[in-house]
């Protein structure tokens, strides 16, 4: 059987954007890691400036955009969902939040 996953991305402010369904390789080791890998050395901004050198994204609606075309690489295994989306078969769901002039960050939950 396939590992599931939900991604959840939310503002600061809590509101979710919307939820990236995985439909394998879900688990901390494949999909965790590949989150990692991908947000590693990135920070959120307000607009966007010539001299930051790291990779970055600007607000949460940005960096939405750039996990799911990263994922999404033909067609199946990543889906995107509304805010508020549960219980699609899921065992893992990780939540990404960021706040400016931050790293973003990556919460982990086994269902």
Do not use: W
């Amino acid at each position: 059987m396939s590992t599931r996953s939900l991604t959840i991305f939310k503002e600061e402010t809590g509101q979710e954007i919307c939820v990236m369904y995985r439909q394998m390789d879900g688990y901390p080791e494949g999909h965790g890691k590949d989150l990692k890998d991908f947000l590693k050395d990135t920070i959120l901004v307000n607009g966007i400036r010539m001299s930051e050198t790291r990779k970055s994204f600007n607000g949460m609606g940005c960096l939405t955009a750039s996990v799911i075309a990263h994922f999404k690489k033909g067609i199946g295994n990543f889906y995107i969902y509304p805010a508020k989306t549960r219980d699609v078969g899921e065992v893992y769901i990780y939540t990404i939040t960021g706040k400016e002039g931050k790293e973003p960050k990556i919460d982990i939950k086994k269902v």
